[in-house]
């Protein structure tokens, strides 16, 4: 990247090059004269409803980035693809309706194996395909350290993102939709009134404040709270355990 205009420290070059290419993930540069490294920054993921599934989407995030480090995964993709999934990502309901391109040899160096999977077989697997939460679930065996708490709830979260993904869960974007086509003062006519607009966005607030939501989030917020304060360790710990066999790197 030039650094005519910019100097050796400056980044602006580098931030207009990248910007026109990562849609989906970013990365932010060490700021000039500091001792902070390199981040990476998820730029998909939305504000949801109740702190529940935040802290869901952030710990999916989190695992996932120690996980890659761990195992040695492999996702890259050529930059086509990405470009390609954006642009299916962004049509209605494409959580459960779309294909996307993923990478399926993710523990190898090699030339990537692509193949369009859905969601659910993204995230929950398919025969081929171990799944991307059962490879959190299988870096959480190798945490000796875990509190129980914490791995009871960590899996609470896990199986949040599965069974959106499973579509057994709406995404909030659908929850919306729905409500909005089956209120009384919708006219099916592609019109959100103010009134509706109002009642939709006091619904909204009322989730936030605790109401209970089965469609979103199901009892998994329930059982959480009663699996910590009950101490049951088969609450994540199950019988039929489908995480893959990985180990971790020796250099980790």
């Not at 702190?51 to 695992?63: G, H, P, R, S, Y």
């Not at 390609?84 to 990478?103: G, S």
């Amino acid at each position: 990247v030039s650094t005519q205009s910019t100097g050796e420290k400056g980044t602006d070059h580098f931030e207009s090059l990248q910007s026109t290419n990562w849609q989906n993930m970013r990365f932010k540069p060490p700021p000039p004269d500091s001792d902070i490294g390199w981040r990476v920054e998820f730029r998909t993921i939305e504000a949801q409803l109740t702190d529940f599934e935040n802290a869901a989407f952030v710990a999916f995030c989190i695992l996932l980035s120690r996980a890659l480090v761990s195992f040695n995964c492999n996702f890259y993709l050529p930059l086509s693809y990405v470009q390609e999934n954006m642009k299916r990502a962004q049509q209605r309901n494409a959580v459960l309706d779309q294909k996307f391109y993923f990478r399926t040899n993710i523990q190898c160096c090699c030339e990537p194996v692509i193949a369009e999977m859905t969601i659910n077989d993204i995230i929950n697997g398919t025969g081929e395909f171990p799944g991307i939460s059962n490879v959190l679930r299988a870096y959480i065996k190798h945490m000796p350290d875990l509190e129980f708490v914490t791995a009871t709830r960590i899996c609470s979260y896990l199986s949040l993102i599965q069974k959106r993904a499973s579509g057994e869960l709406l995404t909030t974007a659908t929850w919306m939709r729905n409500f909005v086509k089956n209120h009384p003062l919708y006219k099916q006519d592609s019109v959100v009134s103010e009134e509706l607009t109002y009642e939709l966005m006091m619904e909204c607030r009322r989730i936030t404040e605790g109401k209970t939501c089965p469609d979103l989030i199901g009892k998994l917020r329930v059982d959480s709270d009663f699996n910590n304060k009950n101490y049951r360790r088969d609450s994540y710990i199950a019988d039929n355990d489908s995480s893959p066999n990985f180990s971790p790197s020796p250099e980790v």
